[in-house]
């Protein structure tokens, strides 16, 4: 297979990934609803190839403090997947799914279970939409939850872009219900993968 | 007061007394400081991985442990400072994620201080201080007029190292 370089992908390559974020997060999004049982809205996700410090901008600075879900992949792809969610809008997730508004500036235990739980549902709903198009299969592993700085939570998806490259690929997805939460999303494929992903779509890699 | 210069993700900077260098939300990178205490020469730098031999797209020098030292010090023997004075203290190396499996990438920032203390030394570098491990991020700001390394974590009281 021939090799494939994050930093010249086809324009092709970027519109399949658009869809399937689009697809992904349109089926978390419902996910969402279900869940909070209440209307969410998104907008459409766009997909950006950005340098590493350029991710962290995006969401506010290094030192934002984000909550971070990641969980790895296994099946007939590997890799791993994070979703990110800054701290006011899982604030707010928290809030509405457990029926109150939280107190204080730290999570509770109870608190740290649901948001692990949201982002379950959330990376779970989306892999499933990848899965059912691509017709491979894609198993989650139990996810795990941070909440820091940006910087650092980032640290663990640019590491892993870090070895093919110096630019890590985002998928960013608005939602919103009575307020906007942004979310991101980050699919880390292996390397192999993203060869399994293009060609289970039909589109050769060379 | 100096400035305080800004690295980023897989950079490195060089500056004299007055200045300083920060680099923020140091997760499973490590921030390497040194210093020359005779010229008030420091630099930091952030890796991301432990070893340019192992990956075939290295090209980014402060990407890598052992690269990225090598470059710092270059960088400020050419400003001045004497390698043979100089000192190093180190930050960063957590995990961020309790992850069971995929055991080479979890703990990819155990291997970026094992990394570390090794090119510092073959280099005779000796490390005075370090604040590794664990699993929070750091933003470190260092000073080479004091050699002070300041550490700040969300939620925990702000250190000098």
């Known amino acids: ?206 | 007061m100096g400035e305080i210069i800004k690295v980023g993700m897989a950079d490195l900077k060089v500056c004299v007394s007055p200045d300083a260098v920060t680099t923020l939300g140091l997760g499973s990178c490590v921030g390497i400081a040194i210093r020359d205490p005779v010229t008030k020469i420091g630099g930091l730098a952030h890796i991301m991985l432990p070893d340019s031999t192992q990956i075939r797209n290295n090209s980014n020098i402060p990407k890598f442990a052992d690269t990225g030292i090598a470059e710092l010090v270059r960088q400020m023997v050419a400003k001045g400072a004497k390698q043979s004075r100089m000192v190093a203290k180190i930050a960063g190396g957590a995990q961020m994620f309790s992850f069971q499996n995929k055991s080479e990438m979890v703990r990819v920032g155990e291997r970026n201080v094992e990394a570390t203390k090794k090119k510092l030394a073959q280099l005779k570098i000796p490390i005075l201080a370090q604040d590794t491990g664990d699993s929070y991020g750091r933003t470190v700001i260092f000073y080479p007029e004091t050699g002070d390394f300041i550490i700040k974590a969300v939620g925990k009281v702000q250190k000098t190292i």
């Open chain 1, 1 to 206: 297979m021939a090799e494939l370089n994050l930093e010249t992908v086809s324009q092709e390559y970027y519109d399949i990934l658009r869809e399937l974020g689009n697809i992904g997060a349109g089926n978390a999004t419902t996910a969402l609803a279900q869940m909070l049982q209440c209307k969410v809205d998104m907008s459409v996700p766009q997909v950006k190839l950005l340098e590493f410090g350029d991710v962290a901008t995006l969401m506010g600075g290094e030192e934002q403090i984000m909550a971070g879900i990641y969980l790895g992949v296994e099946g007939d792809i590997t890799g791993s997947i994070m979703f990110l969610l800054e701290k006011k809008s899982a604030r707010h997730l928290v809030g509405k799914l457990m029926g109150m508004e939280a107190e204080g500036d730290d999570f509770s235990e109870m608190e740290i279970s649901a948001l692990q739980e949201v982002g379950n549902i959330i990376t779970g709903s989306y892999l499933n939409s990848l899965s059912m198009m691509t017709n491979l299969k894609i198993c989650p592993t139990i996810p795990s939850l941070a909440i820091d700085m940006a910087g650092a939570i980032l640290s663990v998806p640019a590491i892993e872009f870090g070895i093919l490259g110096d630019h890590i690929l985002l998928i960013q997805t608005q939602f919103f219900d009575e307020v906007q939460l942004d979310g991101y999303f980050i699919l880390i494929p292996d390397l192999e993968s993203y060869g399994k992903i293009l060609s289970s779509l039909g589109i050769s890699v060379d």
